[in-house]
């Protein structure tokens, strides 16, 4: 019976480190999917920036030539 205890005293203390583990596991990856999903929103936002840029470049440039400013190029 000794032996018995002894085993299964081994065997909570395994489970128990297992258990611990995978809580560690469990924080990391909902860290990560935080991290990625803070990374898409701000690769979205860059996105919309940029077309909005583009956009008001174009538009910049569209009033330039109609004031004759520059010539409408080749």
Do not use: S
């Not at 480190?17 to 990374?39: F, P, S, W």
């Not at 840029?53 to 080749?74: M, S």
């Amino acid at each position: 019976t000794e032996m018995t205890a002894e085993g299964d005293h081994v065997q909570k203390v395994a489970l128990e480190g297992t258990r611990v583990k995978d809580i560690k596991l469990k924080r990391e990856l909902e860290a990560a999917e935080i991290i990625n999903t803070l990374l898409c929103m701000g690769q979205e936002r860059t996105e919309r920036e940029l077309i909005r840029l583009r956009a008001w470049t174009y538009n910049f440039y569209e009033e330039v030539v109609q004031a004759r400013v520059i010539g409408v190029r080749p």
